[in-house]
């Protein structure tokens, strides 16, 4: 097994490397005559792609995409569908200091033990540039989405100590950080300077929201939905933890205070994020995800080369103060792609349920 595939029906691989010619990504199992254009990709690549947001890399890349197989006349055939991203502004000659020397924070010394090489060119597969098949894909999945009126959106919730006290999903929209707290998308944006200032970066959290899914998606036992969603979602290199629903606040509460009470119309409270025994209990859909700082800093650190003699390092080339927001898409797109080949496999039992 590679791990660079992932779902078992809508079935999705990523290719490409961060300062090679182009990355990538298959998708396999999508059924056919979904109207699909590269326009309908587009729009969440725009929202993910560098220099788009504050604090983000000023690396220039048109993140075009390109669907060379899988649809024709506007509509896919239910052969794989094949997306290529081009690497237009990749400056190699940056990383070439780092040929030898493993870099705090990223993934260097791991990949070179497991596989006895690596791409030092800005990090190769491990580089946040990667997920920008995962958009990709994950912008043909939301496809299938849509229609049946599910949508997936993510917002930010916290960043660099600073925590959103108000849930306006609507006020999301009027700031660059998709804060749903104005006043404190403001004091984000100004920790964002401070530590740009100070050759640091941020961490942060953020909120992804599915609405209108269905009662039934999710396995049992092994391919639990809270389970797939937070291996998904882990599976972004930024994430360092995972909750849905009440999440770890469920820690602090007791067994009458965390169930959600069956009401005539339906559930009087949502702590377990809209899902029981791993299956959508078709309430709202809440996750969220914790990442870490950006490791690359302006910044001297302490490490070791190869021969493990120390090394200060300050590292070099173009890198964002904070993956937020530009890990928004990149969130709801793993969590479409899941929410797919979930659906996929229910709609092939063919089961008809009561509303």
């Given at each position: 097994?590679?791990?660079?595939?992932?779902?078992?029906?809508?079935?999705?691989?990523?290719?490409?490397?961060?300062?090679?010619?182009?990355?990538?990504?298959?998708?396999?199992?999508?059924?056919?005559?979904?109207?699909?254009?590269?326009?309908?990709?587009?729009?969440?690549?725009?929202?993910?792609?560098?220099?788009?947001?504050?604090?983000?890399?000023?690396?220039?890349?048109?993140?075009?995409?390109?669907?060379?197989?899988?649809?024709?006349?506007?509509?896919?055939?239910?052969?794989?569908?094949?997306?290529?991203?081009?690497?237009?502004?990749?400056?190699?000659?940056?990383?070439?200091?780092?040929?030898?020397?493993?870099?705090?924070?990223?993934?260097?010394?791991?990949?070179?033990?497991?596989?006895?090489?690596?791409?030092?060119?800005?990090?190769?597969?491990?580089?946040?540039?990667?997920?920008?098949?995962?958009?990709?894909?994950?912008?043909?999945?939301?496809?299938?989405?849509?229609?049946?009126?599910?949508?997936?959106?993510?917002?930010?919730?916290?960043?660099?100590g600073v925590t959103a006290t108000v849930v306006d999903p609507a006020a999301a929209a009027g700031n660059r950080l998709r804060c749903p707290d104005p006043e404190a998308a403001r004091r984000m944006e100004a920790a964002l300077d401070e530590a740009r200032r100070r050759g640091d970066t941020l961490g942060g959290r953020v909120e992804i929201v599915v609405r209108g899914c269905p009662v039934g998606l999710g396995e049992p036992v092994f391919d639990k939905l809270d389970a797939d969603l937070?291996?998904?979602?882990?599976?972004?290199?930024?994430?360092?933890?995972?909750?849905?629903?009440?999440?770890?606040?469920?820690?602090?509460?007791t067994g009458a205070e965390n169930n959600d009470p069956l009401v005539p119309g339906g559930f009087a409270s949502n702590n377990a994020g809209g899902i029981l025994a791993g299956i959508s209990t078709g309430q709202d859909l809440v996750i969220r995800a914790a990442c870490k700082p950006i490791p690359s800093l302006g910044r001297e650190q302490m490490t070791v080369n190869r021969e493990g003699a120390p090394v200060r390092l300050t590292v070099r080339g173009r890198h964002d103060v904070s993956v937020i927001p530009r890990i928004l898409p990149v969130c709801e797109a793993m969590v479409c792609l899941v929410l797919a080949d979930h659906l996929l496999r229910q709609e092939a039992l063919g089961i008809t349920r009561r509303p």
């Open positions: 097994m590679s791990g660079n595939t992932t779902g078992v029906l809508f079935r999705v691989t990523t290719w490409g490397e961060s300062h090679g010619p182009a990355i990538g990504a298959v998708i396999d199992g999508c059924p056919p005559l979904l109207e699909l254009t590269a326009a309908d990709i587009q729009a969440d690549l725009e929202r993910r792609k560098p220099g788009a947001a504050p604090g983000a890399s000023p690396r220039r890349e048109a993140d075009q995409v390109e669907i060379l197989s899988g649809v024709f006349a506007g509509k896919t055939t239910g052969a794989p569908i094949s997306l290529l991203i081009r690497n237009r502004d990749a400056r190699s000659d940056d990383y070439e200091d780092l040929r030898d020397v493993y870099r705090p924070g990223h993934g260097d010394f791991t990949y070179e033990r497991k596989y006895g090489h690596r791409d030092h060119r800005g990090g190769g597969r491990a580089s946040g540039r990667e997920t920008a098949a995962r958009v990709a894909a994950g912008a043909v999945a939301r496809k299938l989405l849509t229609p049946r009126g599910m949508t997936v959106t993510a917002y930010t919730v916290a960043l660099g937070a291996g998904a979602i882990m599976g972004i290199g930024t994430v360092k933890g995972v909750e849905i629903g009440a999440g770890f606040a469920a820690v602090g509460m």
